[in-house]
């Protein structure tokens, strides 16, 4: 066996090797994301559920000024 055909085995084994540590890589990846979206879909439709059942924050800081005028007004009459 010459040195060059040692070479190129090597250099094919090298290739190889790194092939499928790629693909192994792929593969945990999206086994990975598959395994997480169930959970993201879930926090995403939580995060819509929310917003439809919780008021606006513009009608929250009305409420709390109405509310803050109302008793300014109680505690301190105009006479």
Known sequence: MQLEDMDLELNIYIMQRYVRKSLL??????????KLL???LLMDRLSHLHSYTSPPHSTCTQINLTQGYQRAKRENPIR
């Open 38 to 40: 169930p959970l993201v």
């Open 25 to 34: 890589d792929l593969y945990v990846s999206l086994m990975l994301v598959l």
